[in-house]
Structures are given as structure tokens and as C-alpha cells.
């Protein structure tokens, strides 16, 4: 796959990580239109500091963006600042930029500070191989516990022209909906100004990657960046309708492979909460379901355990009344109207065993609704996650 117009990319290994790429580049070779979203977790790491400052400061403008894996650079302090500034400052001598023209994103172990002398001396590798085709190796380069790498892509008509988004992304543990939820970076060539471009990034990630969970913790390095080369050459006032549309899918396929490659994960639930008093009260019940443990768990046995469903909707302080809630699994109506609904446990079951297990609830209260999709929770977690470090 090559990236839009105006953009290149490269992975290499800096020996952060044992014997894997660990150094990703991406180059807007003329510069490029920046918006991002970031964890809302206070124990915001060095590289989301560093870069959502240097976004204010350049006016929504990037060049440069450098990901490491293997470390996260978080809850570091002083010295963690210290090392990524140098990484940027050597990132602008390279490519020969403002220094707030460079983003950063760091992932993996938290509390250990970036080995900055290896990313900074392996960058010239990483500028020497740019490529239009580099999407590959960047996106094997960002990954940590991920099975594997995470791409999409989409086009649109933006003011008669055709165009183009990419999309690259990392995450499958540490996976909770509170802004973004993983590292994710998606290019395009339209010509967007910063802050149009902010309001659809917006738009996209509340209904993607801040609809998704794993094992209910939000990373302290989470980041959603976007970039506009604007070599479509559009007007800038052309109307965004299909370029949202191809970015909210763009969005919805990275977050669907996120969720898919949760650590352990061997199925995904696709929760719809629909007549809701509010769009929060659809979104209290989604996610009290999509992090309960014991729906997580039943989920992995493929049990149609659906009190443990309505006991998490029960307690996540949306406001109905149990006796207009109705529950179904894809084709089976499992209560309704607060009462149990005569099925077969064996079809319930066959539901609970797919790849996708799609559940509805409806809470008889309202018109809003919500969607969230969540992995299941196995043995293979908490093997991953007891292991992380060793």
C-alpha cells in the first residue's frame, strides 16, 4: 500500500526492543495540516505533552512524526521531557524543520525513560529510508503485544477530486474509550485547514476509537493524529461530507482490528443500546457491559449468560425502567419487557460462539443509542499481561 500524496514513511530497529523494529517515521515532505486528539489519563507521557504543546505552538502544523515502541516514556518526569526533546530537536535537524513541527508518540513499559541515544542515532536510517511504500514497515515498527499490524484506507470526492486516506494504528491491551484508546495516524492529501480538520477528527473518534474497550484502562500515551498534505488541491471550501464519511470508516476499521486483536482475544462483542433517555445513558449502559469481567468472561466461553448483562445495565446509573428493557443476541430475543423471552439455549449459544457476537438492548426509554464494540477475556491475557515485562 503507498500513502496519499505528500507523504513517506519508514521502519527500522533501534534496539529499544529485543531483536524487533521498534522506530517509526513519518515525513509530510512539504509539511502538512495537523489535528489530534489525546488521553484524557493525568499521567500523561513526555511525547503527549511535548506534542500537544508543539501543535498549539505551530498552529495545527507537522512535518515530522516519530513513534517508538518498547517504551513508553510515561510518569518519567524531568528526565523523560529531557530525552524526548532531544529526539525531537535531532527529528528538526534531520528534516530539517521547527522543532514544534514534530510530533512524537512513544508505546510500551511505563516508568522507564526513552534510551533517547538510541532513537536519535538511528534516525538518520529511518530518514534514509523513506518511501512512499513505507507504510509496512512503520506500521510493524509501532506495534507491542499486537498479533499484527493495523491498516486501512479509504477514498473520496472532496470538490471534484479524487482523494485518498490511510490509516496505520497499534493497540490490543491497555484499551478503554476515554478520547482515543492506542497510537493511531491517518494521512490524506486533501487540503483541510487544522481546525476543520480537528471537528472531523472529532467526529470520527467518538464514534470509533472512543467506542471500543478491552480491559477498561486507558493508556497514558494514547494519541489519534490526522494529516492533510494538500496536494489533492481542493477548494478549501469544498464540502467535507464524503471525506468524513471515508475517515469515519478509515476509523471504524482500525478500531474494529484493535478490539479484534485484543490481548487474548479469541471474539468481540458489538453492544447497541438503543432507547435511551440520553446519548449518555446509551453510553453508561454500552460500556458498563463492554467492561464487565463476567460478561468478558461468559463472552469467551461462548455462554449466553445474559443476567450477567442485565446486571452490568443495572448498575451503570443509566436511567430506565426494567420493565420495558429488552435484550437479544443477533436473531434471539432473550427478554422482553423485563421478563425472560422463551428461546433455545442451544441457538443462544450458537450466537455467543461466533467471531462477532452482535447484542442489543433496549431500554424503552428514549430515542438515543450508542454503540461499542469489546473483546472477550480469556487465559491468554492475563499470561500476556502477568509476562508484559519479563
Excluded at 486501512?152 to 490511510?166: D, E, S
Excluded at 464487565?292 to 466461553?301: D, E, I, Q, R
Excluded at 424503552?364 to 469489546?374: E, I, K, M, Q, S
Amino acid at each position: 500500500m503507498k500513502l496519499p500524496r505528500g507523504f513517506v514513511a519508514s521502519g527500522v530497529r533501534a534496539g529499544i526492543r529485543k531483536k524487533r523494529p521498534d522506530l517509526g517515521l513519518i515525513l509530510a515532505e512539504e509539511g502538512a495540516s495537523a489535528a489530534a486528539v489525546f488521553t484524557r489519563n493525568k499521567f500523561q507521557a513526555a511525547p503527549v505533552l511535548l506534542s500537544k504543546s508543539a501543535l498549539k505552538k505551530s498552529g495545527g502544523r507537522v512535518k515530522a512524526v516519530v513513534v517508538n515502541a518498547g517504551c513508553a516514556n510515561a510518569v518519567t518526569g524531568n528526565e523523560g521531557l529531557a530525552a524526548a526533546k532531544r529526539v525531537r530537536t535531532r527529528t528538526a535537524e534531520l528534516v530539517r524543520c521547527d522543532e514544534n513541527e514534530v510530533f512524537l508518540a512513544s508505546t510500551g513499559v511505563i516508568g522507564v525513560v526513552l534510551p533517547d541515544n538510541k532513537v536519535r542515532t538511528s534516525l538518520p536510517d529511518a530518514v534514509n529510508r523513506l518511501s512512499s511504500g513505507g507504510i509496512d514497515a512503520f506500521s510493524h515498527a509501532i506495534l507491542t503485544t499486537d498479533v499484527g499490524p493495523k491498516v486501512a484506507q479509504a477514498t473520496f470526492t472532496l470538490g471534484g477530486k479524487r482523494g485518498r486516506l490511510v490509516g496505520v494504528a497499534k493497540g490490543a491491551g491497555m484499551i478503554h474509550p476515554n478520547m482515543a484508546t492506542m497510537l493511531a495516524f491517518v494521512m490524506t492529501d486533501a487540503n483541510v485547514a487544522p481546525v476543520t480538520l480537528q471537528r472531523a477528527l472529532r467526529s470520527s473518534v467518538d464514534q470509533s476509537f472512543n467506542a471500543i474497550s478491552v480491559d477498561g484502562d486507558t493508556s497514558t500515551n494514547d494519541c489519534v493524529l490526522l494529516l492533510a498534505s494538500g496536494k489533492l488541491g481542493n477548494e478549501s471550501r469544498a464540502d467535507l461530507a464524503d471525506f468524513q464519511r471515508a475517515l469515519d470508516a478509515v476509523c471504524r476499521e482500525l478500531a474494529w482490528m484493535i478490539v479484534r486483536d485484543g490481548e487474548g482475544a479469541t471474539r468481540v462483542m458489538e453492544i447497541e443500546v438503543h432507547g435511551a433517555k440520553s446519548e449518555r445513558d446509551a453510553r453508561l449502559a454500552a460500556h458498563a457491559v463492554a467492561t464487565s469481567p463476567l460478561v468478558k468472561t461468559a463472552l469467551h466461553g461462548g455462554d449466553p449468560n445474559w443476567g450477567r448483562i442485565l446486571a452490568a445495565v443495572g448498575r451503570s446509573g443509566a436511567r430506565f425502567s426494567i420493565k420495558r428493557v429488552s435484550l437479544s443476541a443477533g436473531p434471539i430475543t432473550l427478554v422482553r419487557d423485563g421478563q425472560p423471552a422463551p428461546y433455545r439455549e442451544k441457538d443462544a449459544a450458537r450466537v455467543f460462539s461466533r467471531e462477532r457476537v452482535p447484542l442489543r438492548v433496549d431500554l424503552g426509554a428514549g430515542n438515543a443509542r450508542a454503540v461499542v464494540l469489546a473483546s472477550d477475556l480469556g487465559h491468554d491475557y492475563v499470561s500476556l499481561n502477568a509476562d508484559y515485562r519479563s
